[in-house]
């Protein structure tokens, strides 16, 4: 029989790799996996326990909850702010950083969570995912908005559950990429998937091609370029994915290449992209770059964006290395 090792057997001998680790971060990263396979269980009981559809509510992005946006928000935060590991934490779905309630101990983390990605493709039945990201705090002190305000190459953790044909979680800690595999039976994440890396060569690209009009001229130039296959400049065939879901087009570019881009858009000029950096494109970018990928707005490498706000949105391009470079070129050529 093979050893199988758990993720939590995996971060404790990763944690005595480091000197004067205490054991905190691993005992908050199991409340994160706790949390985690509540969620996994909920959707996929979906429709059977009544969980689908509209909450007919609205976040602080104006845009309309699903009533399991809310339910795994409270699983997150009722899994997480008795801990004592937190100083505080912050969520796509509400307006201000959540306070630990004041009878718990302030700890020397900050989690931020997305906890439901792609949410409109939950009544559908497709791929959906949490995305967290831990910063450290000031310890013991009730955290305020600016001390959430670090850049990504701050991030202690980052990391994604996938809630598809297998739950997965996938996990940086700044050392490479790992993949865990939930096991129903057991309720154990198990490593399946070490060392994560970024095919350089690829032939994928995601990217919602009804918003072109609104793209600017490096995104439609690059993009125009791939549809042109053979016969174009690139001189090869490139094929398309578009899943809404920005854990499952991650988790694909992971496992076998590609580049996945929400540019910048001029639909609406009070948003700079759709991605939330803090939620989404700062976890993601900081797990790519670890896999040997690389994440941009077109601009700046999305880890080096120093965040105004928490809700932030930026553009973001992320994933083979040679391809987000390529798009990165065409924004300097057009400036
Ligand atoms: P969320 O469900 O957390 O709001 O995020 C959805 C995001 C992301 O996962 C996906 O890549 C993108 O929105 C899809 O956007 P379109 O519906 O505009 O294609
Ligand atoms: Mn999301
Ligand atoms: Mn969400």
């Not at 908050?28 to 979906?46: P, Q, Y």
């Not at 104006?62 to 009533?67: A, F, L, P």
């Not at 296959?229 to 690139?234: A, C």
């Amino acid at each position: 029989m093979t050893t199988q090792v758990t993720l939590t057997q995996f971060i404790i001998e990763q944690q005595r790799s480091m000197p004067g680790a205490s054991g905190d971060f691993t005992s908050l990263l199991n409340d994160i996996v706790t949390a985690c396979k509540r969620i996994s269980h909920m959707v996929n009981r979906g429709a059977l326990i009544g969980v689908l559809g509209s909450a007919e509510t609205e976040n602080v992005q104006g845009e309309t909850q699903k009533k399991l946006d809310i339910i795994t928000n409270d699983i997150m935060v009722e899994a997480l702010e008795w801990t004592g590991h937190l100083a505080g934490m912050a969520s796509e779905e509400i307006d201000d950083p959540i306070d630990i309630p004041a009878q718990y101990p302030k700890g020397k983390y900050l989690a931020l969570f997305d906890p439901l990605d792609g949410s409109s493709n939950i009544d559908v039945n497709l791929t959906v995912g949490t995305i967290f990201s831990i910063l450290r705090a000031r310890e013991g002190i009730a955290a305020s908005v600016e001390d959430f305000l670090q850049k990504g190459t701050d991030q202690v953790c980052a990391g994604f559950v996938l809630y598809g044909p297998s739950t997965m979680m996938i996990l940086t800690t700044g050392h490479g990429v790992n993949g865990f595999t939930l096991d129903q039976d057991v309720g154990e994440f198990i490593l399946t998937h070490p060392d994560m890396r970024i095919p350089e060569k690829t032939n994928e690209f995601a990217i919602n091609m009804s918003n072109r009009r609104f793209w600017e001229e490096p995104v439609r130039r690059y993009v125009d370029e791939l549809m042109e296959g053979e016969d174009g400049p690139r001189g090869e065939n490139f094929n398309m994915r578009w899943v809404a879901s920005m854990v499952a087009e991650v988790y694909r570019i992971l496992t076998r290449g590609g580049i996945f881009m929400y540019p910048f858009d001029t639909r609406d000029p009070s948003k700079p992209g759709k991605l939330r950096l803090m939620y989404e494109a700062n976890p993601m970018g900081f797990i790519v770059e670890q896999a040997g990928g690389a994440a941009s707005t077109g601009r700046e490498r999305i880890l080096d964006v120093k965040p105004e706000d928490i809700h932030q949105r930026v553009p973001v391009i992320l994933g083979s290395k040679n391809e987000v470079e390529h798009v990165v070129s065409y924004h300097q050529d057009s400036e």
